[in-house]
């Protein structure tokens, strides 16, 4: 069975790698590799969502609380707003398993 403290390392790991991701993703969305028309409106939302997600999870506080509900939402957001789309599914799996770990 997965301690708490597990899950929550899981979630911090899960999030920093989807920020990660996002922000590659993000900044290939410059150079036209994402899904739709406007490729620059959607890297600069993608830019600044995964920058909010790294900075939720290095400086707790700061920017936003670190929370898995406010790193679900981010998730979500970057999956539907942004170019950002595996760093959301993987910000979105982070937020469920501090959801798990909390309840």
Same mark, same amino acid.
């Given at each position: &069975?997965?301690?708490?403290?597990? #899950?929550? *390392? +899981? &979630?911090?790991? /899960?999030?920093?790698?989807? =920020?990660?991701?996002? /922000?590659?993703?993000?900044?290939?969305?410059?150079?036209?590799?994402?899904?739709?028309? +406007?490729?620059?409106?959607?890297? $600069?939302?993608?830019?600044? /969502?995964?920058?909010?997600?790294?900075?939720?999870? +290095?400086?707790? =506080?700061?920017? %936003?609380? +670190? *929370?898995?509900?406010?790193?679900?939402? %981010?998730?979500?957001? &970057?999956?539907? $707003?942004?170019?950002?789309?595996?760093?959301?599914? /993987?910000?979105?799996?982070?937020?469920? #398993?501090?959801?798990?770990?909390?309840?």
């Amino acid at each position: &069975m997965v301690t708490d403290a597990e #899950l929550k *390392n +899981y &979630m911090k790991i /899960l999030v920093i790698l989807g =920020g990660i991701v996002g /922000l590659i993703e993000s900044i290939a969305g410059f150079f036209g590799y994402g899904f739709w028309g +406007y490729y620059i409106v959607w890297a $600069i939302f993608g830019l600044i /969502l995964t920058i909010l997600l790294i900075l939720t999870v +290095y400086k707790p =506080g700061q920017p %936003l609380p +670190y *929370n898995p509900v406010v790193i679900l939402i %981010l998730g979500i957001l &970057m999956v539907i $707003i942004s170019s950002a789309h595996i760093g959301g599914i /993987l910000a979105i799996i982070g937020g469920v #398993l501090g959801i798990i770990a909390k309840a």
